[in-house]
């Protein structure tokens, strides 16, 4: 346990990655008829709700974590602190899983501690050493947080279409994170692979497209909350997908093949680029369903980039060899092939839905179960330097 407490990623990257298999398995008896959800919120928007808050947040609290004290040269958040941290997360769980037998009031009052302390267990640092650039990590974290209250506000009033809203611009909230987050580390990264090998490429980010990805993602997240499935949100998401296309260009992903906890990242960000098209299509023609397009954003890309880099993440703070095990790889593919059933298997099956999220969601749980498993000695097991950390 001791060690598990000393940085931030160990503790959130197995709950993660454990949450992940577990609620999704969840949402696969209830979508199959095997299980009922009681309680006050609906299983679809429960389903919703706990991939985001319960699955993707906590893995992006894992990062965060333990990027904030490097980027801003402070010390990592460890023991009792940390293990308060999780156990807000945890009750935040239990509440929701238990919505039938407690108060909603309580259920939302539980849940909403978790994200108010992570953005100040990391805006502190942030703020003490006037890393401005960061400062937009912490007003999404909080801005997510009013999501979180918006959702329960609009379960408890039985207000559907604000707990809809609330939950899409929880979505884009995480999308916001994840583009910010993997503008930084995916260059980064096979950057500092690719020299490992002797090789030396002119890769880094392009400012102009980084520059420009600001107001189009800040534009595609307003009209998305605003006016879902109009022309214009349309559009925007369309623009943003074009910009991330551009984006990636500059990284050459094409030199990562032969490295998959390089290539992971890159299939991850590609993602991002697919679930902008998916939707800006969805919300201009019928013809494509728009809860389908947004698993491109959920199953898509924050599945592959979570697992790319809790993996990456893992390996690197622990001083193990940054190379994934052929059981890893296994994982990757699990998830990816999940969400490319689940995205396209309705479209080219369309009188098989049922199978194809009953198949896409078997694939990606077991992918994440599989990580699990392999992280697990690696996430409570000390340095293999002798380190803290």
Known sequence: MRVLLQSGFRPFFLLGSLYAAISLAAWLLIFAGAWELSGRWPAPYWHGHEMLFGFAVT?????????????????RLGGWPLAGLAAAWLAGRVALWLGAVLPGEFVALIDMVFLPLLAIAIGRPIWRSRARRNYPVVGVLLALSLANLGLHLGVLGDAPGAVRRCLLLALYLVLVLITIISGRIVPLFTRNALRGRGLDFPLQSNRFVEWALVPAMAGAVALAVLREG?????????????????????????????????????????WLAIGFACTGIAWLTPSFPASTALHA??????????????????????????????????????????????VFGPLALPGSYRATVLWAGCCWAAGYLLFAGQALATLTRPRIDGQPG
């Open 230 to 270: 109009s022309g214009a949100a349309g559009m925007a998401n369309l623009g943003c997908a074009a910009l991330l296309v551009l984006r990636q260009a500059f990284w050459q992903p094409h030199r990562t093949l032969g490295q998959p906890i390089l290539w992971v990242l890159h299939v991850g960000h590609g």
């Open 59 to 75: 893995a992006i609290a894992g990062f965060l974590l333990t990027a904030v004290p490097t980027w801003t040269d402070t010390p």
């Open 297 to 342: 954003f959920s199953a898509g890309a924050i599945g592959t980039i979570v697992i790319g880099v809790m993996s990456r993440v893992a390996l690197g703070h622990t001083a193990r060899a940054i190379e994934a095990s052929p059981a890893t790889v296994v994982a990757y593919a699990l998830v990816i092939l999940g969400g490319a059933i689940r």
